[in-house]
T-cell receptor, first 116, second 118 residues
Framework: DSGVTQTPKHLITATGQRVTLRCSPRSGDLSVYWYQQSLDQGLQFLIQYYNGEERAKGNILERFSAQQFPDLHSELNLSSLELGDSALYFC???????????????FGEGSRLTVL | AQSVAQPEDQVNVAEGNPLTVKCTYSVSGNPYLFWYVQYPNRGLQFLLKYITGDNLVKGSYGFEAEFNKSQTSFHLKKPSALVSDSALYFCAVRDKGPSGAGSYQLTFGKGTKLSVIP
Protein backbone atom coordinates (compact mmCIF):
# COMPACT_ATOMS: atom_id res chain seq x y z
CA ASP A 1 0.00 0.00 0.00
CA SER A 2 1.56 3.27 -1.18
CA GLY A 3 -0.56 5.46 1.07
CA VAL A 4 -2.04 7.31 -1.92
CA THR A 5 -5.80 6.90 -2.27
CA GLN A 6 -7.71 7.41 -5.48
CA THR A 7 -11.45 7.33 -6.02
CA PRO A 8 -13.37 6.09 -7.85
CA LYS A 9 -11.51 2.97 -9.00
CA HIS A 10 -13.73 2.55 -12.03
CA LEU A 11 -15.95 5.00 -13.85
CA ILE A 12 -18.10 4.52 -16.93
CA THR A 13 -19.68 7.52 -18.56
CA ALA A 14 -20.88 8.84 -21.90
CA THR A 15 -19.30 11.22 -24.36
CA GLY A 16 -19.87 14.87 -23.54
CA GLN A 17 -20.11 14.24 -19.81
CA ARG A 18 -17.96 15.58 -16.99
CA VAL A 19 -16.28 13.56 -14.24
CA THR A 20 -14.14 14.31 -11.21
CA LEU A 21 -11.35 12.07 -9.98
CA ARG A 22 -10.13 12.44 -6.43
CA CYS A 23 -6.73 11.82 -4.90
CA SER A 24 -5.53 11.84 -1.30
CA PRO A 25 -1.73 11.97 -1.07
CA ARG A 26 0.45 10.23 1.47
CA SER A 27 0.46 11.88 4.84
CA GLY A 28 2.99 14.72 4.80
CA ASP A 29 3.50 14.82 1.03
CA LEU A 30 3.13 18.28 -0.45
CA SER A 31 3.11 17.50 -4.15
CA VAL A 32 0.43 15.76 -6.15
CA TYR A 33 1.02 14.64 -9.71
CA TRP A 34 -1.55 13.44 -12.24
CA TYR A 35 -0.69 11.01 -15.01
CA GLN A 36 -2.73 9.47 -17.80
CA GLN A 37 -1.94 5.96 -18.98
CA SER A 38 -3.32 4.69 -22.24
CA LEU A 39 -2.26 1.86 -24.52
CA ASP A 40 -1.16 4.08 -27.38
CA GLN A 41 0.32 7.02 -25.46
CA GLY A 42 1.96 5.28 -22.53
CA LEU A 43 2.27 7.18 -19.26
CA GLN A 44 1.74 10.90 -19.83
CA PHE A 45 2.36 13.58 -17.24
CA LEU A 46 -0.62 15.90 -16.94
CA ILE A 47 -0.05 18.34 -14.11
CA GLN A 48 1.66 18.86 -10.75
CA TYR A 49 0.49 20.78 -7.71
CA TYR A 50 2.71 21.71 -4.79
CA ASN A 51 1.14 22.86 -1.54
CA GLY A 52 -1.94 24.15 -3.30
CA GLU A 53 -0.25 25.81 -6.25
CA GLU A 54 0.19 24.60 -9.81
CA ARG A 55 3.90 23.95 -10.40
CA ALA A 56 4.25 22.07 -13.66
CA LYS A 57 2.04 21.38 -16.63
CA GLY A 58 2.42 18.57 -19.11
CA ASN A 59 0.18 17.28 -21.85
CA ILE A 60 -3.05 18.30 -20.22
CA LEU A 61 -5.97 19.17 -22.48
CA GLU A 62 -7.87 22.41 -22.00
CA ARG A 63 -10.97 20.31 -21.25
CA PHE A 64 -9.15 18.99 -18.18
CA SER A 65 -8.42 20.92 -15.03
CA ALA A 66 -7.13 20.15 -11.58
CA GLN A 67 -6.76 21.72 -8.19
CA GLN A 68 -5.20 20.97 -4.85
CA PHE A 69 -7.12 21.89 -1.74
CA PRO A 70 -5.82 23.23 1.62
CA ASP A 71 -5.91 19.71 3.08
CA LEU A 72 -3.65 18.72 0.11
CA HIS A 73 -6.08 16.36 -1.56
CA SER A 74 -6.46 16.94 -5.27
CA GLU A 75 -9.17 16.61 -7.87
CA LEU A 76 -8.84 16.15 -11.61
CA ASN A 77 -11.84 17.37 -13.58
CA LEU A 78 -12.43 15.99 -17.05
CA SER A 79 -15.14 17.64 -19.14
CA SER A 80 -16.70 17.25 -22.59
CA LEU A 81 -15.44 13.72 -22.53
CA GLU A 82 -14.46 11.97 -25.73
CA LEU A 83 -13.93 8.31 -26.51
CA GLY A 84 -10.19 8.93 -26.59
CA ASP A 85 -10.20 10.06 -22.97
CA SER A 86 -10.73 6.47 -21.88
CA ALA A 87 -7.63 5.63 -19.89
CA LEU A 88 -6.20 4.90 -16.49
CA TYR A 89 -5.59 8.07 -14.51
CA PHE A 90 -2.95 7.92 -11.81
CA CYS A 91 -2.27 10.23 -8.98
CA UNK A 92 1.13 10.25 -7.31
CA UNK A 93 2.50 12.16 -4.38
CA UNK A 94 5.91 13.19 -3.14
CA UNK A 95 7.31 15.35 -0.35
CA UNK A 96 9.31 17.62 -2.74
CA UNK A 97 10.79 19.64 0.09
CA UNK A 98 14.23 19.56 1.67
CA UNK A 99 15.81 16.14 1.41
CA UNK A 100 12.56 14.86 0.00
CA UNK A 101 13.33 16.67 -3.25
CA UNK A 102 15.26 13.63 -4.42
CA UNK A 103 12.52 11.23 -3.50
CA UNK A 104 10.46 8.92 -5.58
CA UNK A 105 6.81 9.37 -6.38
CA UNK A 106 4.27 7.16 -4.67
CA PHE A 107 1.41 6.12 -6.92
CA GLY A 108 -2.19 5.34 -6.22
CA GLU A 109 -3.95 2.38 -7.78
CA GLY A 110 -5.53 4.56 -10.44
CA SER A 111 -8.99 5.45 -11.68
CA ARG A 112 -10.06 3.61 -14.80
CA LEU A 113 -12.26 5.82 -16.95
CA THR A 114 -14.32 4.35 -19.75
CA VAL A 115 -16.11 6.74 -22.07
CA LEU A 116 -18.85 5.15 -24.18
CA ALA B 1 13.56 18.66 -22.48
CA GLN B 2 14.25 15.48 -20.60
CA SER B 3 13.42 12.14 -22.18
CA VAL B 4 13.71 8.44 -21.56
CA ALA B 5 13.96 5.62 -24.07
CA GLN B 6 13.23 1.97 -23.42
CA PRO B 7 14.24 0.34 -26.69
CA GLU B 8 12.52 -2.98 -26.08
CA ASP B 9 8.74 -3.26 -25.91
CA GLN B 10 9.07 -6.79 -24.58
CA VAL B 11 11.76 -8.92 -22.99
CA ASN B 12 11.40 -12.66 -22.59
CA VAL B 13 13.65 -14.59 -20.25
CA ALA B 14 13.65 -18.08 -18.84
CA GLU B 15 13.15 -18.51 -15.12
CA GLY B 16 16.47 -18.63 -13.31
CA ASN B 17 18.32 -16.75 -16.04
CA PRO B 18 19.65 -13.23 -15.59
CA LEU B 19 17.52 -10.43 -16.93
CA THR B 20 18.27 -6.96 -18.24
CA VAL B 21 15.77 -4.25 -19.10
CA LYS B 22 17.37 -1.37 -20.96
CA CYS B 23 16.94 2.35 -20.46
CA THR B 24 18.69 5.40 -21.84
CA TYR B 25 17.99 8.96 -20.88
CA SER B 26 18.53 12.53 -21.95
CA VAL B 27 18.52 15.38 -19.45
CA SER B 28 20.35 18.61 -18.86
CA GLY B 29 22.55 18.43 -15.82
CA ASN B 30 22.78 15.50 -13.44
CA PRO B 31 19.80 13.19 -13.53
CA TYR B 32 17.70 11.53 -10.92
CA LEU B 33 16.80 8.11 -12.33
CA PHE B 34 14.13 5.68 -11.23
CA TRP B 35 12.70 2.27 -12.03
CA TYR B 36 9.10 1.38 -11.37
CA VAL B 37 7.16 -1.84 -11.85
CA GLN B 38 3.49 -2.17 -12.69
CA TYR B 39 1.55 -5.38 -12.22
CA PRO B 40 -1.74 -5.83 -14.11
CA ASN B 41 -4.48 -3.47 -12.96
CA ARG B 42 -2.23 -1.97 -10.30
CA GLY B 43 -0.44 1.28 -9.73
CA LEU B 44 3.27 1.79 -10.25
CA GLN B 45 5.55 0.57 -7.49
CA PHE B 46 8.96 2.06 -6.84
CA LEU B 47 11.89 -0.33 -7.31
CA LEU B 48 15.04 1.76 -7.01
CA LYS B 49 16.62 5.10 -7.73
CA TYR B 50 19.94 6.68 -8.58
CA ILE B 51 20.66 10.11 -7.20
CA THR B 52 24.41 10.21 -6.77
CA GLY B 53 27.27 8.04 -5.61
CA ASP B 54 27.82 4.38 -6.44
CA ASN B 55 26.90 3.55 -10.01
CA LEU B 56 25.37 0.22 -8.98
CA VAL B 57 22.11 0.72 -7.17
CA LYS B 58 20.33 -2.05 -5.32
CA GLY B 59 16.57 -2.04 -4.92
CA SER B 60 13.54 -4.07 -4.02
CA TYR B 61 12.91 -7.74 -4.88
CA GLY B 62 16.57 -8.40 -5.77
CA PHE B 63 16.68 -5.88 -8.60
CA GLU B 64 19.65 -3.63 -9.25
CA ALA B 65 20.48 -1.02 -11.84
CA GLU B 66 23.72 0.26 -13.26
CA PHE B 67 24.15 3.95 -13.98
CA ASN B 68 26.51 4.73 -16.86
CA LYS B 69 27.01 8.42 -17.39
CA SER B 70 29.07 8.17 -20.56
CA GLN B 71 26.44 5.99 -22.22
CA THR B 72 23.52 7.83 -20.56
CA SER B 73 22.07 4.50 -19.57
CA PHE B 74 20.40 3.06 -16.51
CA HIS B 75 19.74 -0.61 -17.19
CA LEU B 76 17.72 -2.70 -14.77
CA LYS B 77 19.12 -6.10 -13.89
CA LYS B 78 18.44 -9.16 -11.82
CA PRO B 79 20.76 -12.17 -11.50
CA SER B 80 18.02 -14.80 -11.50
CA ALA B 81 14.55 -14.12 -12.86
CA LEU B 82 11.36 -15.36 -11.21
CA VAL B 83 8.00 -15.97 -12.87
CA SER B 84 6.56 -13.46 -10.42
CA ASP B 85 8.83 -10.78 -11.93
CA SER B 86 6.62 -10.77 -15.03
CA ALA B 87 5.23 -7.25 -15.24
CA LEU B 88 5.57 -3.91 -16.98
CA TYR B 89 8.72 -1.98 -16.09
CA PHE B 90 9.14 1.75 -16.43
CA CYS B 91 12.30 3.78 -16.37
CA ALA B 92 11.92 7.44 -15.40
CA VAL B 93 14.08 10.52 -15.16
CA ARG B 94 13.55 13.51 -12.94
CA ASP B 95 15.33 16.77 -13.57
CA LYS B 96 17.34 18.14 -10.72
CA GLY B 97 15.24 21.15 -9.91
CA PRO B 98 16.18 24.43 -8.28
CA SER B 99 16.93 24.61 -4.58
CA GLY B 100 13.86 24.72 -2.42
CA ALA B 101 10.41 23.65 -3.48
CA GLY B 102 9.83 23.63 -7.18
CA SER B 103 8.48 21.69 -10.09
CA TYR B 104 9.83 18.20 -10.52
CA GLN B 105 8.36 16.51 -13.52
CA LEU B 106 9.04 12.80 -13.73
CA THR B 107 9.28 11.66 -17.35
CA PHE B 108 8.63 7.99 -18.03
CA GLY B 109 9.71 5.70 -20.80
CA LYS B 110 7.05 3.77 -22.68
CA GLY B 111 7.60 0.69 -20.59
CA THR B 112 9.00 -2.77 -21.22
CA LYS B 113 6.90 -5.85 -20.71
CA LEU B 114 8.93 -8.53 -19.00
CA SER B 115 7.80 -12.11 -19.39
CA VAL B 116 9.58 -14.77 -17.37
CA ILE B 117 8.97 -18.19 -18.81
CA PRO B 118 8.82 -21.16 -16.41
Amino acid sequence: DSGVTQTPKHLITATGQRVTLRCSPRSGDLSVYWYQQSLDQGLQFLIQYYNGEERAKGNILERFSAQQFPDLHSELNLSSLELGDSALYFCASSLDKGSGRTGELFFGEGSRLTVL
Amino acid sequence: AQSVAQPEDQVNVAEGNPLTVKCTYSVSGNPYLFWYVQYPNRGLQFLLKYITGDNLVKGSYGFEAEFNKSQTSFHLKKPSALVSDSALYFCAVRDKGPSGAGSYQLTFGKGTKLSVIP
